[in-house]
């Protein structure tokens, strides 16, 4: 294969990449995807191809429609197995978020909330929303009907508008008043100041520092309250565990006020908020090793600023 047509693959690597990462909400699986479809297209007659960027698309499309579809995906996503990969503010992979629906369509909730969507109707309310496909070319990347994409969209806005709770724009200066007073009720072992930060209908997910078989779900204020409380108290075994005494930081992580624990440079955990209305709608505990992979390489890159807790 000749530089030039290298050349016009990686041009769309990044763009391609922030859709198989909406579509599969797993950064690493989305690299898989994408390095597939450059095998495809190294191996394409592409003297026959009109529109690469538009071929390249309905590949990387296909491709993530079959990873949906596969029997491992939909045990793990049936079972409760299944998080989104987080991601940290300016990660390339999160793609376009020029607008209020880019921005909301790569939320962690949004992501999960994807999940009740069938594989199709997935795909296209991406297209339309996070990349403003015509209907048209939608169509013809799905090979259904544009009617179909219509509707396919419309079903899909309309389940993730009634299934999402809170939202909405939250500035940073916003956003790191949230996770002080957050990080100051966890820590401070009241549990009613972290119960007067939530919302009555509030929920909570964590992955157990993938210690656990499955996620772990919280339902009541009270309950996660709990859960925040004894996650936030230090202990010599939680400070084995992480390799150290982390510090605490503020962050922004698909779009959502986030606290990040990192022991050196390296990420041991995340809590990201979902807030609507000033109060914590929802919020996801994350300190696998494989979920905060690409998370932890982009903060050995960043510059945080001076932890809120220097070390915990």
């Not at 403003?132 to 396919?152: C, M, R």
């Not at 909570?204 to 309250?225: F, H, K, P, Q, W």
């Not at 698909?254 to 390296?266: E, L, M, Q, T, W």
Request: proline residues 4%; aromatic residues 6%.
């Amino acid at each position: 294969m000749d530089s030039a047509a290298i050349d016009r693959f990686e041009a769309s690597r990044g763009r391609l990449a922030s859709l198989a990462y909406r579509l599969l909400g797993s950064a690493a699986d989305a690299e898989d995807a994408v390095q597939d479809a450059f095998l495809r297209w190294q191996a394409a007659d592409r003297e026959r191809i009109e529109v690469p960027e538009a071929w390249l698309t309905k590949v990387v499309t296909n491709l993530c429609l079959d990873r949906l579809r596969s029997a491992q995906a939909r045990h793990e996503r049936a079972v409760g197995d299944w998080l989104p990969e987080p991601l940290l503010q300016g990660d390339p992979m999160l793609g376009p978020v020029d607008t209020f629906e880019q921005r909301e369509s790569v939320s962690l909730a949004v992501l999960v909330l994807m999940e009740r969507l069938s594989p199709v109707e997935r795909a296209a309310y991406v297209l339309r929303e996070a990349f403003s496909y015509p209907h048209a070319e939608i169509a013809g990347i799905l090979d259904i009907t544009e009617s179909a994409s219509q509707q396919h969209v419309h079903r899909a806005r309309r389940r993730v508008a009634a299934e999402r709770r809170g939202g909405g724009e939250v500035d940073p200066a916003a956003a790191r008043r949230i996770v002080e007073e957050f990080l100051a009720a966890a820590m401070s072992g009241r549990t009613e100041r972290l119960v007067a930060m939530l919302t009555a209908d509030a929920t909570a997910v964590s992955d157990g520092a993938g210690l656990a078989r499955r996620l772990l779900r919280y339902t009541t204020r009270e309950r996660i309250a709990s859960y925040v409380r004894a996650g936030f108290r230090p202990t010599a075994a939680k400070r084995r565990l992480a390799g150290g005494s982390p510090a605490l930081h503020f962050a922004l992580v698909n779009g959502s006020p986030a606290v990040v624990a990192v022991v050196g440079v390296r990420v041991v955990g995340a809590v990201v908020l979902d807030v609507g209305d000033g109060k914590v709608v929802s919020l996801r505990g994350i300190a696998a090793v494989d979920r905060l992979a690409r998370l932890g390489a982009a903060w050995r890159r960043y510059e945080p600023g001076a932890p809120m807790v220097d070390a915990w």
